[in-house]
């Protein structure tokens, strides 16, 4: 298992752990959320013990799941997720910022550069891939900010980015 603690401006991230399941995090998952609009979990409706049987299964592999709080008040305001394939020396990222008012300040930018910055200076992988929704611009717009390059798929409804390169 990768231990991660990386303290940016604003943020703060580390490895989610089992107390990380509280009401506020679970009440992201209520199906009511508008964040997930472009996730596979909108409209889907969470109970405690699912999200402890996701967290389980995300602990025991060697993914990363990884909170990221406000640094003023340690509050958790959104996760990354962060999927291996050891195979490919990729890593698949998501993210998910389930505060809403902490939406559009740059957030999820900073904890993005943060941990891409992480992997990729340990070589935990060489390259960081990144997808959504054609929809999600919110999403397109982060890869873009954080320099990340499309990947061309003409066929697709889904717009992938990917980098190897630190971010600035």
């Given at each position: ?111 993005c550069k943060l941990v891409i910055n992480y992997i990729l200076k340990k070589q935990i992988v060489r390259t960081i891939v990144a997808g959504t929704k054609k929809e ?33």
């Open positions: 298992m990768i231990n991660i603690f990386l303290k940016g401006k604003n943020i703060y991230v580390r490895n989610f752990i089992l107390k990380d399941i509280n009401k506020k995090y679970i009440s992201w998952f209520s199906g009511e959320n508008h964040s997930l609009v472009y996730s596979r979990h909108y409209k889907k409706k969470y109970s405690r013990n699912n999200l402890i049987n996701y967290f389980h299964t995300l602990n025991s592999s060697n993914n990363l799941y990884i909170g990221i709080f406000d640094l003023k008040n340690n509050e958790i305001v959104g996760t990354i997720s962060v999927y291996f394939n050891f195979q490919k020396n990729e890593g698949n990222l998501g993210i998910l910022i389930g505060e809403e008012r902490y939406h559009s300040k740059g957030i999820g930018k900073e904890a999600n611009i919110k999403m397109i717009n982060l890869m873009k900010n954080l320099k990340m390059k499309k990947i061309i798929n003409l066929n697709s409804s889904i717009a992938n980015y990917k980098t190897d390169k630190l971010i600035k």
